[in-house]
């Protein structure tokens, strides 16, 4: 019995030992893998640390892109100025409406039939003495030009931005009103001429006129901006 009591009190001493021992082995290998956690967390934190300074530095790029990129109410009144001049914006103001249609006058035994017709070259008389009398504007049947429209004859129909169109035709012109009817009217002008030949005209001024924007494509295949002056 006391031999008993002696073995049992070992076993219980070695149980006790082999507790204790692995508690303390138990938090040594703990500490072990918190020293080893430590550095990765550090690792980390720098990493995330970078990428904010990178963000913030990203941040400021965008910023001073944008305010390179945004203009100002004076270069934005500059933009809306070229386009104006462009032809790209539509525009409104005092002008006149020049109404043309082809003879109703019976043609004369001999006479040539194509002169009791509109033809694009009196077409472009028009236009022509409208811009040299000060049009900052100008329409045909509704085709804003522009310094690469084109007024060409195509069969029966007058060609203007590759759009066709027949008689009766409306010009349609801002600026002066004075100027630009004087510039038709004029005695032995542009209308008088027409008229020998009973081409239908006809100059309406008005204090407001609608000229609409240009709609067609802009190609430019063989020129480019010039690097230098020559």
Known sequence: MRKLRQILGESWSITFLCVIVGVILSTEFRQEDELETLPQISELTTQILKLEQEQENLQKKISALQQEFDPTAEELATIEDLKMYAGLTALEGSGVIVRMDDSK????????????????????????????????????????????????????????????????????????????ESSIKMRGGVEDALKVWGIQIEVLTLDNVYIPSYSGDFRHVFAKVAEKKF
């Open 105 to 180: 006058t019976n043609s004369n035994v001999g006479d040539n039939p194509n002169l009791y017709v509109i033809h694009d070259e009196d077409i472009l008389r028009i236009v022509n003495e409208l811009r040299a009398a000060g049009a900052e504007a100008i329409s045909i049947n509704g085709q804003r030009l522009i310094a690469t429209s084109e007024i060409r004859c195509a069969g029966p129909t007058l060609s203007v931005n590759n759009v066709r169109s027949a008689p009766p035709y409306e010009i349609i012109a801002i600026g002066d009103i004075k100027n630009l």
